[in-house]
């Protein structure tokens, strides 16, 4: 069974520009979350979406950052603007059911934000 | 607002020596406890508990729950260079969503 897929693995950009993170779930997975990692800490939820409708955006920025999952499968993240403390590796990671208590990660992307 | 807390926070360890991660946590309405175990970049799923004084055992690692002082602990017998690694630790609340709030993790590293 293929895991969670992100890409791209790494990305480096200066402060100001725009980024995106592409995910996609394991095959027949309902529940998408976005996690925020930064160095030294455990990972933070951003969003968690249910099909292709957003469950939890809380503790999403959302004057730089968005996302989507139009189809309920591969989901988006966008920053824009990127700052310095975005610098982080972004997770993605997906559940079979919306109640599940197992979440399958992806490798994530590490973006470095100068 | 639930937190997670671990200790300790790095650990160095030698081959064979035998370890105990700490977990504490304090949630509104707690379901269950998670251990990841966090190699290069994605968190692997390790144990999931729900309930207190069950072990959860597969090879060399086990973890217990306590909810009634709120912690976890997750043991690593004979360790090897392989289990270096940062282990991280989640509580999920009971509710309608499926919140992971993560503590900070324990960096491990066991030395040949």
């Known amino acids: 069974e293929a895991g969670v897929a992100q890409s791209p693995r790494y990305k480096i950009i200066e402060k100001r520009q725009s980024v995106a993170f592409w995910c996609n779930p394991i095959?027949?997975?309902?529940?998408l979350y976005w996690y925020q990692q930064i160095l030294g800490q455990g990972p933070k939820l951003l969003i968690q979406?249910?099909?292709?409708?957003?469950?939890?955006d809380s503790q999403l920025p959302k004057d730089r950052f968005s996302a989507e999952r139009l189809k309920g499968v591969d989901s988006t993240l966008k920053i824009q603007p990127a700052k310095l403390e975005d610098s982080a590796v972004y997770l993605c990671?997906?559940?079979?059911?919306?109640?599940?208590?197992?979440?399958?990660f992806g490798p994530g992307t590490r973006l470095t934000v100068l | 607002e639930d937190k997670v807390v671990q200790s300790p926070l790095s650990l160095v360890v030698h081959e064979g020596d035998t370890v105990t991660l700490n977990c504490s946590y304090e949630?509104?309405?707690?379901?269950?406890l998670l251990w990841y175990k966090q190699e290069k970049k994605a968190p692997t799923f390790l144990f999931m508990l729900?309930?207190?004084?069950i072990e959860k055992k597969s090879g060399r690692l086990s973890s217990i729950l306590d909810k009634k002082e709120l912690f976890s602990i997750l043991n690593i017998t004979a360790t090897q260079t392989g289990d270096s690694a940062i282990y991280l630790c989640?509580?999920?609340?009971?509710?309608?969503?499926?919140?992971?709030?993560f503590g900070g993790g324990t960096r491990l590293m066991v030395k040949p």
């Open positions: 990671a997906s559940s079979l059911v919306r109640h599940s208590d197992t979440q399958y």
């Open positions: 095959s027949g997975h309902a529940t």
């Open positions: 979406f249910q099909n292709n409708g957003v469950v939890d």
């Open positions: 949630v509104t309405n707690f379901r269950s």
């Open positions: 729900t309930s207190s004084g």
């Open positions: 989640a509580v999920l609340p009971n509710n309608a969503g499926n919140m992971l709030t």
